[in-house]
């Protein structure tokens, strides 16, 4: 080994050290998974979800339906967890040759009035339906949450197209929604059984 070589391994052996030190490289301990409780304690960390819709972290995830099928039109849903005064969700529906149908964005804020649920309907290729400008809109009626789940029911406010209220129910990894019509149409309730997919655990 020539002085050089020598000299090169020394400033090398400098660096690894400092590095070393710093902390910057070395053994990393190994993380354990992060689970759905964890993303809940980091939300409210960084922005404390209001007490008015802390119950709605039960709706964060990825639902979709549970007889869902190659070839069937399903629904599908996910949900960000509350921060701040707010929740936002995203529904779309895959045809069954597995074109979107729609997609639904919706919005849950606390408001001076209460806590709204606010969503607007996009067609495949998001366009808007004819005539329609304004929002659908629903109030927070009820919430609770549990160790195994959680409940919120929303009852129509305006531009709901018929809908009376929708209630969310949640026991462990599957979610109900409950879509009741107001009376005299010609269907009353619609239900839609969603699972959480594994990723989101």
Excluded at 190 to 196: A, E, H, K, V
Aim: charged share 25%.
């Amino acid at each position: 080994m020539n002085e050089h070589t020598s000299a090169g391994f020394g400033r090398l052996a400098v660096v690894v050290g400092v590095l070393l030190a710093l902390g910057i490289i070395g053994c990393q301990p190994t993380r354990e998974p992060v689970t759905q409780d964890d993303r809940i304690a980091e939300a409210r960390e960084l922005s404390p979800p209001h007490e008015s819709i802390r119950d709605l972290a039960f709706l964060a995830g990825t639902w979709v339906e549970s007889e869902a099928r190659t070839g069937v039109p399903y629904n599908e849903e996910h949900w960000m967890l509350p921060r701040g005064s707010s929740v936002l969700g995203m529904i779309r529906r895959i045809r069954k040759d597995g074109v979107p149908a729609f997609h639904e964005i919706t919005s849950i804020t606390r408001e001076d009035q209460g806590v709204f649920l606010r969503l607007r309907h996009f067609h495949g290729k998001l366009e808007t339906r004819e005539g329609e400008t304004d929002p659908s809109v629903f109030r927070l009626v009820s919430s609770r949450s549990s160790s195994v789940g959680g409940s919120a029911e929303f009852v129509a406010v305006s531009g709901t197209r018929g809908v009376a209220r929708v209630v969310y129910t949640r026991v462990h990894d599957l979610l109900t929604l409950m879509v009741y019509f107001e009376p005299g149409r010609e269907r009353t309730l619609d239900t839609f059984s969603y699972r959480r997919s594994p990723g989101t655990r």
